[in-house]
């Protein structure tokens, strides 16, 4: 009994530890953030995550500057890349020159850092966008020293900012949808359960209300999602029991 409450009082000074260093660490880095968009000027918007609490990602944002970049403030949500490489369980630290877009669609530079604690888990994630609209439409030089990374360059912005999770989640249903080329009311079944794979792959059940924004354009029962869910995560278990 005794050995049992000094482990509880050992595990419980070490969170406190881990905690203390992890609020020491994201304090310093919110000092980096202004140095950073100072240093660039107010095409640069700087953005700190705090991605120690998924139940929370709909309000990640702890620190931004030049925030008129994206049109987001502090307390506003994670973006669609972020909750896909959240859900998917990305092991990269760092995602350098990548494309991305405003809301308006103006281009932009991006890179994005993942700082991790000694266990692997995420603490935060510290972001740059550089607005670089008006530097792309100059000569061929400048537009080589704003290289954006090759494999952002087809398609679609590898990702996309809104100024609320809501129109985040607009967002990410409707590319999906506008890929099966087939109107809503013309899908059939597997159409609809193929819809809800790639949303849970990109981490959209992640956040709460997401089933029901999704049934309300499917035009099914929440119900219904919950059930294409469960028949999706199943297929997945089984699949990785028949590799191991």
Request: hydrophobic share 35%; net charge positive.
């Amino acid at each position: 009994m005794r050995s049992d409450k000094l482990t509880k009082v050992k595990n419980l000074n070490e969170t406190k530890r881990r905690t203390s260093k992890e609020m020491f660490l994201i304090e310093s880095l919110k000092i980096v953030v202004d140095g950073i968009a100072r240093t660039f000027g107010p095409r640069c918007e700087v953005v700190l995550h705090d991605l120690r609490s998924l139940r929370n990602l709909e309000h990640s944002i702890i620190k931004i500057a030049n925030g008129h970049v994206t049109g987001r403030t502090v307390g506003g949500p994670i973006s669609d890349r972020g909750l896909k490489d959240i859900r998917g369980g990305s092991e990269w630290d760092l995602c350098i020159n990548y494309a991305s877009a405003t809301k308006d669609g103006r281009s932009l530079k991006s890179s994005t850092m993942l700082i991790k604690n000694e266990k692997g888990k995420p603490i935060v994630a510290m972001c740059i966008n550089f607005d670089v609209s008006d530097i792309l439409s100059l000569n061929a030089v400048v537009q080589d020293i704003f290289k954006i990374s090759e494999e952002t360059q087809q398609g679609e912005p590898a990702e996309t900012f809104e100024p609320d999770m809501v129109s985040t989640l607009n967002d990410i249903t409707d590319k999906i949808i506008r890929k099966t080329g087939k109107a809503i009311p013309a899908m059939r079944r597997e159409d609809k359960i193929e819809i809800i794979r790639q949303l849970d792959e990109q981490g959209f059940f992640l956040i709460k209300g997401a089933v029901k924004l999704i049934a309300g354009k499917l035009r099914v029962s929440k119900f219904t999602v919950y059930n294409y869910l469960d028949q999706i995560r199943s297929e997945q278990q089984s699949s990785k029991l028949q590799l191991t």
